[in-house]
């Protein structure tokens, strides 16, 4: 991606393969007014080898499929090249796929919601444009909750332990 781009709707891979990959230069924005869908074996990156600190953009409206590889932060010696993700739009949308997924920043300002089915790494901030995040939420699951290799699924910058609640917080 090598300028600012607006679509309806993004799929990466076709078959088994493919690589979507922001470029090396200044930042550029992709705005995707749909779903996107990365393949199994598919690939939509940050450029994986900065020769500068690079920051790019996703704008997003619709729901994320990923069954393939998402990675939006790459560091390679002191330059850093990442992807600041908006979850935008106005219907409530979602994230799911069995792939692997690290974003950098990340921006909740769906309208409509926007809901986790999947695990996702965040490697920077989670910013929710309606408020405060309520840790203490009855519909929060626990850290650990539906890891299937011991490690935490969901984490706190302040290392804080996260757990079920069974009661209502407001």
């Given at each position: 991606?090598?300028?600012?781009?607006?679509c309806?709707?993004l799929?990466?891979?076709?078959?088994?393969?493919?690589?979507?990959?922001?470029?090396?230069?200044s930042?550029?924005t992709?705005?995707?007014?749909?779903?996107?869908?990365?393949?199994?074996?598919?690939?939509?990156r940050a450029?994986?080898?900065p020769?500068?600190?690079?920051?790019?953009?996703?704008?997003v409206?619709?729901?994320i499929?990923?069954?393939?590889?998402?990675?939006?932060?790459?560091?390679?010696?002191s330059?850093?090249s990442?992807?600041?993700t908006?979850?935008a739009g106005s219907?409530?949308?979602?994230?799911?796929g069995?792939?692997?997924t690290?974003?950098?920043?990340?921006?909740q300002?769906?309208?409509g919601?926007?809901?986790?089915?999947?695990n996702?790494?965040?490697k920077?901030?989670?910013?929710d444009?309606?408020g405060n995040?309520?840790?203490?939420?009855?519909?929060?699951?626990?850290g650990?909750?539906?890891s299937n290799?011991?490690q935490p699924?969901?984490?706190?910058?302040?290392?804080?332990?996260l757990?079920s609640?069974h009661?209502l917080?407001h």
């Open positions: 991606i090598t300028s600012n781009q607006t309806a709707s799929q990466v891979g076709e078959g088994a393969s493919g690589i979507l990959e922001y470029h090396n230069g930042g550029v992709l705005t995707v007014n749909g779903n996107i869908s990365v393949s199994s074996g598919a690939v939509f450029h994986s080898a020769t500068a600190n690079r920051t790019h953009s996703l704008s409206s619709g729901s499929i990923n069954n393939g590889t998402l990675t939006f932060y790459y560091l390679s010696g330059y850093t990442v992807v600041n908006t979850l219907t409530a949308a979602s994230y799911s069995s792939g692997s690290l974003l950098n920043n990340l921006v300002a769906n309208s919601g926007f809901s986790l089915g999947a996702l790494a965040l920077g901030n989670f910013t444009r309606f995040y309520d840790y203490n939420s009855i519909m929060h699951y626990g650990y909750d539906f290799n011991n699924t969901l984490t706190r910058k302040d290392k804080a332990e757990i609640n009661t917080s």
